[in-house]
Every structure is written in structure tokens, then in C-alpha cells.
């Protein structure tokens, strides 16, 4: 379903006059808002093909309706949330869940809804129906060189994919690892995933990248074969310049500084990019900033002063991704409230005063740091994110938007109350 942009504008010629004198509070008491109003007006989050469908757990799965039914009606979806927020001008697949049969009718559609191919993820954590040999004991580290191969294999043909749609990055993760003490050799399951990221690695074209992201533990119980950033690490330098390490929020351990991570990745050139999603306690895949926004506000203070200092372009030096599942909330009005997270974390890092902040580090005064950090924090940045979205051709307010557009009535209409997107 395509949304016209006059009911936007109505939309926001409703809000207007509340809008603009929360603006006008805020824009006075900012020195560079129009600098940062531009650095917002061009910052996308990319969605994930498999995240528009209503995700489940091992106990059971609730169907949403009106969930997309193909590859087609996922771009569909995300079209809706880039017109409403102006800020989600791509989409990221994953194969085999979403082979694009026809590549040049995938592209074509994806631009008339002015969007573009993010990464492209393979997967070798589940066994398809007609593959030969099993992924049970893992895959790109496996034991058997079968194995190992037709996992290398799967991954150049997701490349090749990710070629006919203008791609520039595979994104791979596995579940390899093992549940029970002695049943792997962790040094030669290394060697082994070494070995076959570098054959991959060899079937990249010039100007792409291979993301490795990294999980603790899931499905694995004992150990995972890329567990931490220090294993994703080492194996990204051991690749090379076109390999780097691919953050998600959820794949630390509670208690984990994962500002630090990435203020520390992004020194040393490694930082791929995110899978946003916020949890309490491991990898819930929840939705952006509901459980600790601070945290995010934390992590983008690093990625600003990070980025600032050698010089990167915050909107296209590295991946900026959702990976969220949505069990009991609207996909689409989950991933519309993620991108408003990210948007006003991002925001809020932009305020924080920096010649400020370096003068307090450097006399050790701990308390203004700490207040300084805070008075950007605390700023509601909400109306400037609304300012850009709404200079963008977007919506004042997403989400109110798309529920008084009532579009997944519309969405059930169209496609039926029992629909199941492919994913997990
Ligand atoms: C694994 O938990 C993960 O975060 C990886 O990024 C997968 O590709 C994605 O979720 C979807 O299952
Ligand atoms: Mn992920």
C-alpha cells in the first residue's frame, strides 16, 4: 500500500501550531540547530526483512494480521514507515527467507518506494528443506569439511545476491558453538571459521564489506564459536581491511559497557555497524530504547565523539540497522518507535558540549562530566526530530500518523487476517 503524501500533509497541518512553539522553546536554547537538523534529516536506519512479520518464541507465536506475504509486500511495509519517517531509506535481506527471484522487479519496486538494498544476510543456523548435508553441529566451523564447504558456498551465493540488488555488505552471523563441555575444540573450531570467513572473504567484490557479528550464547548453551567482540575481532583483522565487526545490542552479557566496545572498535576502523534493539535480559530483541534509552544516548555520545575524530560521516561510514522481533506489539509501529529512539538518542549525543566535556576530563572534575552528559540527556530533542522529518516530506508524529491513517486495517484488508511474513 502506497500513502499519499497530502494525508501526511493534513496530518501535520493539524499539529503545526502546537509543533512550531515547542520548536521555537527548544531551537533558541540550541547554538547549531540547523547543523543539526541537517546531521537528523539525513540519518537512515535501515529495516530488517524479517522483522515486518510478528516474531514468536519457542512456546508459541501470535499472529498480528495483515502480516506481508512475500518479498513484495515487505518492501511494501518498510515504503510505509520511510514515508511516514523519512528515515528508513533501506532494507536488509536475508537468504534464503527472501530470495529475489526477479532482482531487477526487487530493485525496481524498492526505488518506487525510494528505498535501497542494505547488507545482505546469510544463514547457515537453520537446515532448509532441500539442503544436503545438516547444520546441527554448526556450520562455518564444523568439524567436516562438507560441511564447512557448502556453508562458503551459501555465503558467495548470498553475495551474488546482494550484487544484482547493489548491496555492499554481507552480514553473517552463526549460532556455531557447542552445549556441552568437551564436545568442541574451541581452538580449532576458531581455525576452522577462520579458515572459511577467508574464502568468503576471497569471493568479495572490492567495494564491499563482511560484517561478523558476535552472540554469547543462543542457541547454544556452553560456548559460541564468535561469542564476544574479541573473537569477532581477531578474526576481522586476521581477514582484512574489507572484514569488520558487527554490533548488536542484545549480544552482550548483562552489566556489559558496550559504549566502550564501540568507542574502541571504532578506533581501530573495525565498527561495521549495529542491529539495534534494546533487552533486559539477554538478547530479547526488544524494541529500541524501552528499557535502558540512556544506554543508547551512551553508546551515540562514543559514536559522535568517535566518528568526529576521524573525520566519518555519521549517516554513511557504517551500517545502521533494527533487529528487533515483535511478539505481541504491530511491527510496523514497533519499528516506527525504534527509529524515534535512535533518532533522539542520536539528537541528544549531538547536543552534548564537547570543549566542555574534554576541559572537565581533563581537570578530573567527575561530577560536571557527569552533568554535562546529563543536560544533553535530559533535553527533550522530540520536536527537533519531528522539525526534521517534517522538512523531509515525513510526519510530525509517525506513529499517530500511521494509526490515523489506520493503515493496518488497510493492510488487513488487502491481505488477509492470517498472513505469515518468513522469518523467525
Ligand atoms: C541472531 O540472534 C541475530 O541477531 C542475527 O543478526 C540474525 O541474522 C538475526 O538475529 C535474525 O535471526
Ligand atoms: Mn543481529
Redesign the pocket.
Known amino acids: 500500500m502506497q500513502i499519499e503524501k497530502y494525508t501526511v500533509d493534513e496530518l501535520n497541518h493539524q499539529q503545526s501550531k502546537k509543533h512550531q512553539l515547542r520548536f521555537e522553546g527548544i531551537a533558541t536554547d540550541i547554538n547549531n540547530v540547523e547543523e543539526v537538523l541537517q546531521k537528523l534529516s539525513v540519518f537512515n536506519i535501515a529495516i530488517?526483512s524479517?522483522a515486518l512479520g510478528t516474531g514468536g518464541t519457542r512456546f508459541g507465536r501470535f499472529s498480528g494480521g495483515g502480516e506481508p506475504r512475500s518479498l513484495e509486500e515487505k518492501i511494501e511495509d518498510v515504503g510505509v514507515i520511510h514515508a511516514l519517517n523519512k528515515s528508513s531509506n533501506s532494507i536488509s535481506l536475508?537468504i534464503p527467507w527472501d530470495i529475489p527471484d526477479n532482482a531487477a522487479a526487487i530493485k525496481a519496486l524498492a526505488a518506487q518506494n525510494g528505498l535501497h538494498f542494505d547488507a545482505v544476510?546469510s544463514?547457515t543456523?537453520q537446515d532448509q528443506k532441500d539442503q544436503k548435508l545438516s547444520y546441527k553441529f554448526g556450520s562455518l566451523h564444523h568439524v567436516d569439511k562438507a560441511v564447512r564447504k557448502q556453508a562458503i558456498e551459501h555465503n558467495i551465493e548470498v553475495i551474488k545476491y546482494g550484487k544484482q540488488l547493489d548491496s555492499k555488505a554481507l552480514?553473517v552471523?552463526l549460532?556455531d558453538g557447542s552445549n556441552f563441555p568437551g564436545q568442541l575444540n574451541f581452538r580449532k573450531a576458531f581455525q576452522n571459521t577462520l579458515e572459511s570467513l577467508q574464502e568468503i572473504y576471497a569471493a568479495l567484490p572490492d567495494d564491499w564489506k563482511v560484517w561478523v557479528?558476535y552472540?554469547p550464547y543462543?542457541p547454544n548453551f556452553y560456548s559460541t564459536t564468535i561469542g564476544d567482540w574479541g573473537q569477532s575481532y581477531l578474526l576481522s583483522s586476521k581477514l582484512g581491511p574489507k572484514a569488520q565487526t558487527l554490533v548488536?545490542l542484545?549480544?552482550h552479557l548483562q552489566g556489559t559497557n558496550i559504549e566502550q566496545i564501540v568507542s574502541l572498535l571504532l578506533m581501530e576502523g573495525k565498527l561495521a555497524g549495529f542491529?539495534f534493539n534494546d533487552s533486559k535480559y539477554g538478547?530479547d530483541?526488544l524494541t529500541v530504547g524501552s528499557i535502558n534509552p540512556y544506554q543508547l544516548f551512551l553508546i551515540f555520545n562514543e559514536l559522535v565523539e568517535g566518528m568526529d575524530a576521524r573525520g566519518m560521516d555519521h549517516a554513511t561510514s557504517i551500517g545502521w540497522m533494527i533487529?528487533a522481533s515483535h511478539n505481541v506489539k504491530d511491527p510496523i509501529e514497533d519499528l516506527l518507535q525504534s527509529v524515534q529512539a535512535i533518532k533522539i538518542a542520536y539528537a541528544q549525543a549531538l547536543l552534548v558540549d564537547k570543549a566542555a566535556l574534554v576541559a572537565a576530563q581533563n581537570n578530573n572534575d567527575v561530577a560536571l562530566a557527569q552533568e554535562i552528559l546529563q543536560q544533553a540527556y535530559r533535553t527533550d530533542v522530540r520536536s527537533l526530530v519531528s522539525e526534521a522529518s517534517l522538512r523531509n516530506g515525513g510526519a510530525l508524529d509517525p506513529i499517530g500518523a500511521y494509526r490515523k491513517l489506520n493503515i493496518r486495517e488497510h493492510l488487513i484488508k488487502e491481505r488477509g487476517l492470517k498472513t505469515v511474513a518468513t522469518?523467525?
Open positions: 530488517p524479517w536475508h544476510n544463514n543456523f552480514s552471523w549460532s557479528e552472540k543462543e548488536d542484545g549480544h542491529h538478547d530483541d533487529d522469518g523467525l
